[in-house]
């Protein structure tokens, strides 16, 4: 039998969600441009899931395993039940992430999970420059998060940031990762962007080209030779300019699980955007089930799924065919190859949108920003922008 420790099984065989990210509610102070929530988030504002049901899909999803939990939004700090969430978690046994944009982040909500045992902040930047990081994220919130970052420090929390890099920014990789080491960051993920939600209505105007992303990577590249081991430094390769997906989520349903909002559980941060899926909603199915059984976390796993060229493969088992959610928003067939890979037959897919980022006329239309009002416009039904992809909803 089982032994238990802190409500997990200790030796559990079967695949388990180890990884728990609470995406506690999609409302967010910032606009970014690049922001990978859903573009219709706005219909999921208003039914968002109470302390009470948070903590008990904690509780549940410790007991299948779940060890690593994320805090997430939108922005999570724009609840004030957070404290009480964080502390929850602690008790249950989770090393817990508080991934912000750091804005509403006060000395006494810090002193709060400090207490509470929240162990990680991930705090976003967006450049060197106040006129770039205001202009993305369509605020004015640069001096606001210098100041959120030198309170986490002294709160003695690892300083880990998070940079989204993208064509506005990637010229000043080098600049930026000097900016994190003054700022005492511990770790950065320069996170090239990757384009779902709002970051794949904005593709052409935030893609950069093959010459700036080898530049920033030699950048990233003669830091880390100055700074050794004292800053780490994570560059995240953009999907469009590799010849292989990436295994996405380590795997369809193997372990990772999303509770979003308003509840639904997702495999990953897009999944809603496949058609035909009914996802389970915690208000209504257990944890356990919606990750064993339900049709939507089963559908994609493994890879029975797969027809060619996967299906043959002889690299299915390192990528599983890549995103599902990729292929489908690309090409409009969900059980495609992932049209990253060189090997499938909608790769020219990629290849005409890296061709298009660059023209001057694509590339220089205004900016979707992530707000409410454009958001109920695409829940009403307005395709402006997005009806260029083939498949998008
Ligand atoms: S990416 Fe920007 S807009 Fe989107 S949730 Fe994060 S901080 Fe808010
Ligand atoms: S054909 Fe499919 S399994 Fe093979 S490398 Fe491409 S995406 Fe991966």
Redesign the pocket.
Known sequence: MAQLNNGVAANVTQKQPLWLLAEVTYR?P???A??Y?PTDYDKHTKNELSTEQWISALRDARKMGAIQLGIS???PLLRDDIEEIVAEAHKLGYYSNLIT?GVGLTEKRIQAFKEGGLDHIQL?MHDVTEDISNFI?DTRTFELKKKVAGMIKAHGYPMVLNVVIHRYNIDQVGRILEMAEALGADYVELANTQYYGWSLVNRDQLMPTREQLNQAEAATNAFRERVGNKMKVFFVVPDYFSDRPKKCMNGWGEVFMIVTANGDVLPCHSARVLPGMTFPNVRENGLEWAWKESPAFTKYRGMDWMKEPCRSCDERENDLGGCRCQSYLLSGDAEMADPVCTKSPNRHLIDEALANSQKPQLREQPIIF?TDKNSKKYVEGDKERIEQFHALP
Request: aromatic fraction near 8%; glycine fraction near 14%.
């Open positions: 967010c910032l606009h970014c690049f922001c929530n939004g939108g922005e944009s976003s994220t992530r």
